[in-house]
């Protein structure tokens, strides 16, 4: 089960598809715009009705643009509060035809609830490293460090946020279930002393596993998007093929204020650094044309980043474990919540030059940053080598040892 912007989905098709081939029934739980990801695998689909796109284009949306951080985060959760109620029901409905639930982070507090009510076994599987730590500041806060104390206060700040977003929906969803009120609030503490299994979808070569998290707290390794025997678009591919390695360019589901604007500041940024490019329309809607561009729409990242000579992304875990496993440099172009982490840690690992967030992105910083990522060898040889090391991970075993285990 899990809810947001194709990031947050993503990862899961690849986890359903191993534990499918292993001999497991899964399905995979999420808004509907995303059954095609599972076209063709063993993975079967249930609909939430939540359309994320139609929600960051509305006007409610759009408004996130003029926020700064803290009181995106605010807005966000009010944003989220709204819409949960309406995938209460069919999230019941999943799970009463289910024997485990796999909750990512973005819907756990109410997969939870459902599981208690329901008397299901669940384990948490989050893409992002979310219990508190005093190594580093809660990711969805950015990157900066509050200090050993302050972090890990921030991250139960945090962590009670969540449940926030939750909270108008659960007393419902107990009534309906015949369990007890309970505040969010509570229920998390409770939850907090279970000291159940979490495994985490991300590498210990990107993120080391926190040296005061409490046993049970387990990074499995990247899940990685079930593609099938996906091919590039022959338009694509006579591009790639046309000259040398291009820049690739996208910023995911997340959107943006003034595409134009941007887009413009793209294409003029590749030119003064003498490289191609391929321009992701995604949901921020980036255009560009010549010959030395070429605009598309989806394309598997795993195919499409190793012909690359770097890749300008948002980061966002999905699009940061992408560039990672194909071994190429990447210049991070953060805008909101856990994307400053992902950056951060891309840089500290030496496979992008700097962080450059949208709002300080111009031609002549974009150009500056690819300059040194794709002319700089250095990079290069970073990020081949961490790509190769990642590549021999396998995220699904843990995770399918923790389901025969806890499933029964």
């Known amino acids: 089960m899990t809810a947001g912007s194709r990031g947050d989905v993503a990862p ?12 497991h029934e899964v399905t995979l739980v999420t808004h509907a715009r995303f059954e095609t990801l599972v076209a063709g695998s063993e993975v079967r689909f249930h609909p939430l009705p939540v359309d994320p796109q139609a929600e960051l284009e509305s006007s409610r949306g759009r408004g996130l643009h003029r926020s700064a ?25 999943a799970a009463r035809s ?13 997969g ?19 219990a508190p730590t005093r190594e580093f500041g809660p990711p969805m806060l950015g ?21 926030q977003v939750f909270a108008g929906a659960l007393p419902a969803v107990r009534q309906r279930l015949g369990l007890p009120r309970m505040s969010a609030a509570a229920a998390w503490r409770a939850r907090e002393r279970q000291t159940r299994p979490v495994l985490h979808g991300f590498s210990e070569l990107v993120v080391p596993r926190p040296d005061d998290w409490r046993a049970g707290l387990t990074v499995a390794g990247y899940w990685w998007p079930y593609d099938g025997e996906a091919q590039l678009p022959s338009e694509l591919r006579d591009f790639l093929d046309a000259g040398p390695p291009p820049v ?20 003029r940024a590749l030119r003064r650094a003498g490289l191609r490019g391929v321009i992701q329309r995604g949901w921020a809607g980036l255009e560009a044309s010549g010959a030395d561009m070429l605009t598309i729409d989806e394309a598997p990242h795993a195919a499409l980043f190793p012909r690359t000579a770097a890749v300008v992304h948002h980061a966002g875990a999905g699009t940061t474990a992408a560039g990672l496993r194909a071994g190429v440099p990447s210049v991070p172009v953060p805008i909101q919540f856990d994307e400053g982490f992902w950056s951060a840690r891309l840089v500290a690992l030496g496979v992008a030059p700097r962080a ?17 990522a794709t002319r700089d060898p250095a990079f290069a040889r970073r990020a081949a080598k961490l790509g190769a090391r990642i590549r021999d991970e396998d995220g699904v075993a843990p995770v399918l040892a923790a389901v025969d285990t806890v499933g029964g």
């Open 112 to 130: 939870h609830t459902i599981a208690e009510g329901l008397h299901l076994p669940y384990l948490d599987v989050p893409l992002q490293p979310l």
């Open 143 to 163: 990157v900066r460090s509050l200090g050993a104390v302050g972090n890990r206060i921030a991250g139960h700040g945090v962590g009670l946020a969540v449940e």
């Open 12 to 23: 899961y098709t690849g986890l359903g598809d191993g534990l499918a081939r292993a001999g």
């Open 98 to 110: 289910s024997d485990l639930l796999l909750l990512s982070g973005s819907v756990g507090p109410l």
């Open 248 to 267: 690739y360019v996208g910023l995911g589901s997340a959107t943006v204020p003034d595409p134009e604007r941007l887009s413009t500041a793209v294409v």
């Open 356 to 372: 450059l967030p949208l709002r300080r992105l111009t031609a002549d910083t974009l150009a500056s940053a690819l300059l040194r």
């Open 69 to 93: 951080t803290g009181v995106k985060l605010v807005r966000v959760v009010a944003m989220a509060r709204a819409l949960v109620g309406r995938m209460t029901d069919d999230l019941v409905a």
